[in-house]
Structure formats: structure tokens, C-alpha cells
């Protein structure tokens, strides 16, 4: 229980705070920001997610290949949208 609140608890308070105070607006114009909002899909984000399940077990059995395994998903998910670019 403690790891899933250090996993998701600072993220989730952070994301919240920088949605209600931060001005976005510059990011949301930028490359990356129409990058994210064109390519980041719910499914992508599901996918991205998963990414967790093999990264955080790596990290619980000390398995450095579980952590690459799962560092790499994750990347590649936010890489996703780049596939039609280079195609």
C-alpha cells in the first residue's frame, strides 16, 4: 500500500495543482504540447501505464532487465505518434 500511494499520490497532486494554478497555455502551443494532444490517445496513455506493471516489478525483484523492459514501453509509448513521422 505504501508503494502505491509513493507511486501515484505525488504525481496525482502535482498534476492537479499545475491544472488548476500553472498557465499551460505556451506548452499546449509548442511542438511537444501538439505532439501529446494529436498522439496521446487513451489508448496510448493504457498503454504507456502497463509500462509500470514490468518496471515496478523489476524494481520489487531486483531484476534490471524487468526495468529496461518496462523504462523501454513506456518511451516507446510516448514515441508512439512517431511512426508516422518517420514513415
Sequence with gaps: MAALLVGF???IVV???????????????SALGRYVG???TRQVELARFAGLIPLWGGAWVR?????????????GCWLWGMRRVVA
Design 9 to 11: 499520490l505525488p504525481s
Design 63 to 75: 531484476s534490471l532487465g524487468l526495468i529496461v523492459v518496462g523504462a523501454v514501453w513506456i518511451v
Design 15 to 29: 498534476s492537479v495543482l499545475l491544472v488548476r494554478w500553472a498557465d499551460l497555455e505556451p506548452y499546449r502551443r
Design 38 to 40: 494529436r498522439f496521446m
